[in-house]
């Protein structure tokens, strides 16, 4: 149903990155999420890891409860930025949903019909901390389109150079390599659409 891939950077210093990521399949379809841990290092780390755990265990959830359970399970700690989107290949749909500022993008592989890239609206807040009033956004999707979700180590001029075509794990490593602030850890997922139900 998809094909994806991911690049990481780890800041120098630090033994492993805050950010983190899930693609998963659950009844209703493919949960894609990108996760950046407040700040870097190990405590960083094990925030989006369990936010991450979680969201894998609850997948078949709506996405605005899947990030509600995050929201509670994590208020002891120092919390997580994310965006998730869940793909519903047998109707063509897209929802998505971000905290804080994980930017999320799509490229439509056929933009006769609009808007070649959409992008996601981010609400100001922290998971585990700060929840804001959460409104997840649905699209539609066709085959080929392809997901962006890169962390704040990326400057947020990447779309420019955005392709739906290119190879996901190149696009990945190429972004990162391009794009890569190095002032925090960085994560790039891109994730391309192959199975849609006509």
């Given at each position: ?5 991911v ?128 409104q ?14 890169a962390?704040?180590g ?45």
């Open positions: 149903m998809v094909e994806y891939g690049a990481k950077y780890v800041l120098p210093g630090q033994g492993e990155s805050g950010d983190h990521h899930l693609v998963c399949c659950n009844r209703n379809g493919i949960l894609i999420a990108a996760i950046d841990g407040i700040g870097h290092g190990e405590e960083a780390a094990s925030v989006s890891k369990a936010a991450a755990a979680l969201i894998r265990s609850c997948a078949d959830e709506p996405i605005i409860s899947l990030v509600e359970r995050c929201h509670e399970k994590l208020r002891s700690t120092r919390g997580v930025v994310l965006s998730l989107a869940l793909v519903d290949p047998e109707h063509g749909m897209m929802t998505w949903l971000g905290v804080g500022n994980v930017h999320g993008v799509l490229m439509r592989s056929d933009a006769k019909n609009g808007n070649a890239q959409e992008s996601l609206l981010l609400r100001a807040g922290v998971v585990g901390s700060q929840l804001p009033a959460l997840a956004t649905v699209i539609p999707v066709a085959k080929g389109d392809t997901l962006f979700f962390t704040d990326i400057r947020s001029d990447f779309p420019a150079s955005l392709s739906a075509r290119e190879n996901p794990q190149r696009a990945a490593d190429r972004i990162l390599e391009q794009y890569r602030s190095g002032n925090d850890d960085a994560l790039v997922l891109v994730t391309r659409i192959t199975g849609i139900n006509p």
